[in-house]
């Protein structure tokens, strides 16, 4: 299926993402809207009382903002920093587990802020039933976190699996997840969309699991893989029941030798409201100044 319009610009457009493109990271700064509350899934290293720690770090309570707060935040981010070339939605909870808030956010942003790149993340269970609302939304950047393709190993992560209101368990829902990941990844890919891949590295889990992972990636075609270190949420099954986090060597160790795949190495697991250059996080700068979001994040699916 052919859905795509506007994706002739996306290969200048990543010249000014900082995430797809370690130079861009230099000069060009993010802001991500916490506009999505809710999660689809219930992944072993989260608690929902946090952000989604697919791409952002656990343990710091968001502020939800609604899609016009979201608008001023773009605004109150570019008086600290003006080169704002990013908008994305990611979290605290999963884009499109709710889609309303994410597609008003971007079509906003589209409105007041045209030469903004719109970018967002996913578990992917709800993707391919809205790539074509995101691509007629002008969202050109996804990123998708996929952590296994075995779904022995997936049902080790992931406590249910919530698909158009019925709750999966065990390896039914890793196989539904899973389906519905690859199933999207390949559609958005054949329509131009940028895919980038996320896998959290659970040690003792998935962490041997990183090659096998990457030569389907390449197969897809997917344009970036990063691989980042589990940190379980406080209150979390893996937190519970003592699963340490991955460190940095563990990374190097998964990916080292991956061939034929670009990795991501510059990522910060930034915050789902985080604001500007990467390694320069102004949210916390803003938060105390400005007060748009009311409502805390503690949404329970
Ligand atoms: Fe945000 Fe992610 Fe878009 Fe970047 S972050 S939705 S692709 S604009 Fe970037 Fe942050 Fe790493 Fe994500 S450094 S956590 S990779
Ligand atoms: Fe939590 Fe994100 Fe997993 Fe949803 S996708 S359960 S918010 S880590």
Do not use: W
């Amino acid at each position: 299926m052919r859905i795509n319009q506007s994706m002739e610009n996306t290969g200048a457009e990543i010249e000014r993402h900082p995430c797809f493109n370690l130079e861009a990271s230099h000069s060009y700064g993010r802001v991500h809207l916490p506009v999505a509350a809710r999660c689809n899934i219930s992944c072993n290293y989260c608690h929902r009382d946090y952000d989604c720690p697919n791409e952002s770090r656990p343990g710091v309570t968001s502020r939800l903002l609604k899609p016009e707060e979201a608008v001023l935040r773009i605004y109150e981010a570019k008086k600290f920093f003006n080169n704002i070339s990013v908008a994305a939605v990611a979290g605290p909870g999963d884009s499109l587990a709710d889609p309303e808030n994410t597609f008003k956010t971007f079509k906003l942003i589209k409105k007041e802020f045209p030469e903004i790149i719109l970018c967002m993340s996913t578990n992917g269970l709800n993707l391919a039933e809205n790539a074509k609302y995101l691509d007629e939304t002008g969202v050109k950047f996804i990123t998708v976190t996929l952590n296994s393709i075995n779904t022995k190993i997936a049902s080790k992560i992931y406590r249910y699996v919530n698909y158009k209101g019925v709750i999966y368990k065990g390896e039914e829902a890793a196989g539904i997840l899973l389906e519905k990941q690859l199933e999207s990844i390949a559609l958005c890919i054949d329509n131009g969309f940028l895919i980038k891949i996320n896998t959290v590295l659970i040690p003792g889990i998935n962490d041997l699991h990183i090659k096998e992972l990457s030569k389907v990636l390449k197969k897809l075609g997917v344009y970036l893989f990063n691989v980042m270190p589990m940190i379980p949420a406080e209150k979390s099954f893996f937190h519970k029941i003592g699963i340490k986090g991955a460190g940095r060597h563990d990374i190097v160790n998964a990916t080292n030798g991956l061939e034929g795949i670009n990795i991501m190495k510059h990522c910060r697991q930034c915050r789902s409201d985080a604001a500007g250059l990467l390694g320069n996080d102004l949210s916390a700068k803003f938060n105390e100044e400005t007060d748009h979001g009311k409502e805390k994040c503690c949404s329970k699916v």
